[in-house]
Every structure is written in structure tokens, then in C-alpha cells.
């Protein structure tokens, strides 16, 4: 639009010096004509009217500045780019010229406007939603990720859900109060895609935001980075009513624990096609598995498929239990040929009947299952199952069934492929939406950074049953990336890593990150992070 009033500007001004060349002509051949031009106003006055118009320009950018909040934890953010100079006209212009604001009403929109956190809105509603947030990661919750399970193949499609819960009679008075109505969430467009979500192209369409080429930082990475026992990842509600139960028990809602005796004699069951089945107390298969020598520590992963880059779905932490191939080579090996093994937990009673949750994996699989008994060298609290859990390595985190009860060889044909799910590709159409799932953490929508002084970005990326063995980086909205090659690493963990970049200017900047895979799987879904630099961190 403003191309289009400078061209017409310009035809105005090339017409108003042709009529005045005309009448000079006139002038010329006219007896009693002057022959020097009159104009009705002094340079001066023009200048001053010239000022007036620019003071009042000035004004409107400091009415229409972005605004600069403070989170609850005190972190300072401006989620609108500030616009340093007029791009168009080369004038610079006191705190920024009002294009996002004034124009595009930027403050105003998106999610951010009315919601601090999503993750605080999800785990305040009225009504109880799955925890899907992760105050220990640092995750920042987005449309992005919502949509992910708000989609149409999953129903409670995201457009009918929030525009039921924006617009309905709960919601809608306070809605509109605020001064919402479409443009609050949506961008209206001339390119045949309709009222997109803001949120998702808003970086497309804001002035200010400095594209630096080629970006150029500090990489790190390693493997290693664990989170605390208490803190690990586990949703609440991925198999049955029984998950919340212990979930609610695990978190102390009820300021409750698990029965002593419950645990003590908790027993596990090998059977199935074995030759020798058999029954144990979970301790003393504990004891005899540490006598042997075989119980094993070590760092693993556990990563949800229903995850999204910027999710909170994953953790790495230190497992210790006892291999799935011990358990079977104690129950005197398979008794014929087999598919895989199904997982069995025993639920809760319904209607005076024990009910069972059955999952597994392929034989090929069996060297990544253990029975784990303790995270962090610690005993596992019942909302991380306990007193034991299921493990499975490089598997969807569904699999990871809570207090499991015991294994069961098969020769049946199951859904093998489906049950590891090992990253989410739209059930099987098109390419995956999360592998590999490549995370900035700790970074709420415009955080104001300082000019001149490093900043640390960090967060983790995974492939599920993939090595990340490529991260990329770009702040140039993706037309040039800076690779980082990791080498080979292990698909077991996660990779965690750290990267140093300095702002040389004030400014917005959007950082992406994608990562690449063993097998040459490029992440799809790209998280999009803005910092935004200033000098004066104050203000």
C-alpha cells in the first residue's frame, strides 16, 4: 500500500511541475506578465509547517510505541519489533517510527497480548486440561503446539475449539471488553490462504526485525545434561484414568503415598512363550539382578510423540533397571519363535474385574527395554510409576508403561510400527511435523537482551529412534543457514546444546533452529524465538 501512495505522490509532483512550467510559458508570452514565479508561501513557512507535521509524527511513534512488560519472574520483554528508522524515507525518528503499532495493531495481537504464559493458562482452567506444560524445562507453550492435537484428524479441531472458547457465552463479554474480535488472532491476507493465525506468520509481516545473513555464534552441545529426578517429564493422562490417579498421588495433591506393603510386594510376571514363566517380588529380582552383575545405569531419554518443537514433552535423566533380555534369559528363553513382547500393567478394579494395558515391541527392539526402578538414583515416585516403569530407549514415550506388572512373549502379529511411533507424520501422510524435533527453551516471546553483550540461547534436539547429527541456525528467516556438524551421537539422549551470539545493534531478531538426522530427515516445523536488543536494558 505504501508503494503504491509513493507512486502516486510522484505523478502528483511530476504534474504539479508540468502545470507550473506551464504557466511560466504563459507568463513568458503574455505583454504585462512577470517573468519570475510567485509562490504563495515563504521556504520558512513551509519549513515550518514541515516541522509541525513531523513533531506530530513524533508523537504518535511515542503513543504507539511497543510496549515493554514485565513478567511475573521479572523478566523484561517487548514482543513488537521497535522500527529505529524510516525505512522508506531514510528519516530517522525518535523511538521508532508506529507501522506495527499504529498500522498493524501488533501489541494487540496474537496470544501474547492477553495471555503471559499459555502454560499458566492451560493449568488454571476451570476446566482440567492434560499437563502439557514444563515449568522445569523452560518450555514456552504456542499455537504451534496446540495445534498439534487440536487438529482434524484428532478432532476438537483448534479453529472450532477457540473460536467457541473467544466467542461463547463463558468467555465472549470478557473477550470482546478486552477488545478482541478476528484481527486479535488472525491475519487477513491477499494470498488466497484466508485468516491465518497471526501468531504463526506475524514475523512474516512486522518492520524491524534485523536479518543478519549467516549468523555467526559460539556452539556447544553435549549429552549429558540431565534434569532433577522430580522434575521429569510424564504426562498424566496418555493411557487411562490410572495414570492421573497416580499422577495425583506422585504430586502430592492429596498429600498422600503408596502403602508401604504395596510396594514391597509389588511382583513382576514373566510368561507368555517362555519356557520357564515365572513370578517374582520386584525386590528380589532387584537382588538377584545386582548380585549378577547385570542391573544397569545410565542416561536416557523419554520423549512423547505428541511433542513439538518449543515443547516441553521430553527429559534426560539417569535410569537404573534391569534389561528385558535378563528377565527373559531367567524365564529360560523364548519356547519358539516370537514377534516381540507385550508390556502388561495391572489397572484398577472395574466393576469387581482386574483390567490390563497391553503394549510392546518388536523382538528387534528387546535390547532397549528395561524395568527401571529408580531415576536419579533415587526410588520413583508413583507419578513417575512406581515403584517401577517400563523403559523403552528410542521409543515414543507411550510405551514407558507405568508401574508395569511383567512381559509377555508373543508370535501374534501387532501393530509393532504404530505402537513405537517413533515421531509424528500426520498418520503417515506427508513428512514429520517433529522429527527431529529441534527446541529453543527459556525464551519468552521478546525477551529484551542487551546490545553489545553475549547472549546464551539453549535448548535440546531429538529424532526419537534418529541421531541428530546436524544443528542449523539461522536470524535471516531462513535464506541462509550456519550448520554445526555433532558427529555421530547417541539416539538414547537427547541432545542438549548452548549457542553464544552477540547483537551488534538495537533491534528484534528472530532465531531458528532445525536440526538433521543420521538419515537425512530435515525438521519441517521450524520454532521461530525473538529477542530483542537494546541498549538500555531499562527501557
Known amino acids: 500500500m505504501r508503494k503504491k501512495l509513493m507512486v502516486v505522490t510522484a505523478m502528483l509532483m511530476a504534474g504539479s511541475l508540468f502545470a507550473a512550467g506551464c504557466a511560466q510559458q504563459g507568463a513568458a508570452e503574455g505583454e ?7 509562490y504563495q508561501n ?55 517510527t508506529s507501522y506495527n503499532n499504529y498500522y498493524l495493531d501488533a501489541d494487540n495481537r496474537g496470544c501474547g497480548a492477553c495471555h503471559e504464559d499459555l502454560g499458566d493458562a492451560l493449568a488454571n482452567m476451570e476446566y482440567s486440561h492434560p499437563t502439557v506444560w514444563n515449568d522445569a524445562l523452560g518450555s514456552k507453550i504456542t499455537v504451534d503446539q496446540c495445534m498439534l492435537c487440536h487438529s482434524a484428524d484428532d478432532g476438537y479441531e483448534m479453529g472450532t475449539v477457540m473460536h467457541g472458547v473467544h466467542y461463547g457465552e463463558r468467555n465472549g463479554e470478557n473477550f470482546e471488553e478486552r ?46 545434561t540431565v534434569v532433577a529426578p522430580e522434575d521429569m517429564f510424564t504426562y498424566d493422562w496418555i493411557h ?73 514433552g521430553i527429559s534426560n535423566v539417569e535410569i537404573t533397571g534391569i534389561p528385558l533380555t535378563w528377565l527373559i534369559e531367567k524365564a529360560g528363553g523364548a519356547s519358539k519363535d516370537i514377534t516381540g ?53 528410542k521409543c515414543d514415550a507411550q510405551s514407558y508403561v507405568k508401574q508395569c506388572v511383567g512381559y509377555k512373549l508373543t508370535d501374534e502379529e501387532k501393530p509393532w510400527e504404530d505402537w513405537m ?48 547429527v546436524k544443528l542449523e541456525f539461522s536470524m535471516d528467516n531462513g535464506k541462509t543457514w550456519t550448520p554445526y556438524d555433532l558427529g555421530q551421537t547417541d539416539p538414547s539422549k537427547w541432545v542438549y546444546w548452548h549457542y553464544t551470539w552477540t547483537p551488534e545493534s538495537d533491534g528484534s531478531y528472530v532465531l531458528m533452529v532445525r536440526g538433521t538426522t543420521d538419515t537425512g530427515l530435515v525438521g519441517t516445523n521450524i520454532q521461530k524465538v525473538m529477542v530483542t536488543a537494546k541498549s538500555n536494558v531499562e527501557g
Open 42 to 96: 515563504s521556504i520558512e513557512e513551509a519549513e515550518a509547517y514541515l516541522d509541525g507535521v513531523n513533531e506530530r509524527q513524533d508523537e504518535l511513534n511515542k503513543e504507539y510505541a511497543p510496549e515493554i512488560r514485565t513478567l511475573e519472574d521479572g523478566t523484561k520483554v517487548q514482543r513488537t519489533p521497535t522500527e529505529y528508522q524510516c525505512y522508506h524515507w531514510n528519516r530517522p525518528y525518535e523511538g521508532g
Open 32 to 38: 504585462s506578465s512577470s517573468t519570475e514565479v510567485q
Open 341 to 393: 513382547v507385550l508390556f502388561d500393567r495391572q489397572e484398577f478394579r472395574t466393576n469387581g474385574a482386574q483390567t490390563h494395558s497391553n503394549r510392546g515391541v518388536p523382538e528387534a527392539s528387546f535390547e532397549d527395554v528395561y524395568l527401571v526402578y529408580e531415576i536419579g538414583g533415587k526410588p520413583l515416585d508413583p507419578s513417575q510409576g512406581s515403584p517401577c516403569i517400563n523403559w523403552v530407549e
Open 421 to 468: 511411533m517413533n515421531g509424528f507424520n500426520s498418520y503417515g501422510e506427508g513428512p514429520y511435523i517433529n522429527k527431529p524435533n529441534a527446541t529453543v527453551l527459556k525464551v519468552p516471546e521478546g525477551m529484551i537482551i542487551e546490545t553489545g553483550k553475549p547472549f546464551t540461547f539453549e535448548g535440546y534436539a531429538d529424532a526419537y529412534d534418529e541421531a541428530v
Open 240 to 312: 487411562s484414568r490410572y495414570d492421573s490417579l497416580i499422577h495425583i498421588m506422585g504430586k502430592n495433591v492429596l498429600d498422600t503415598e503408596l502403602p508401604k506393603d504395596f510396594v514391597d510386594n509389588f511382583e513382576i510376571t514373566m510368561d507368555g512363550l517362555v519356557n520357564k514363566p515365572f513370578t517374582a517380588k520386584l525386590a528380589d529380582l532387584i537382588s538377584e539382578a545386582e548380585a549378577a552383575g547385570v542391573t544397569v545405569t545410565k542416561l536416557s531419554k523419554i520423549h512423547c510423540v505428541d511433542n513439538m518443537p518449543g515443547g516441553g
Open 179 to 224: 477488545g478482541g474480535k478476528c484481527i486479535s488472532c488472525h491475519n487477513m491476507t491477499e494470498n488466497e490462504q484466508g485468516a491465518e493465525l497471526w501468531d504463526v506468520v506475524k514475523y512474516d509481516h512486522l518492520d524491524g526485525i534485523v536479518k543478519v545473513p549467516d549468523v555467526q555464534g559460539e556452539f556447544v552441545f553435549d549429552q549429558d
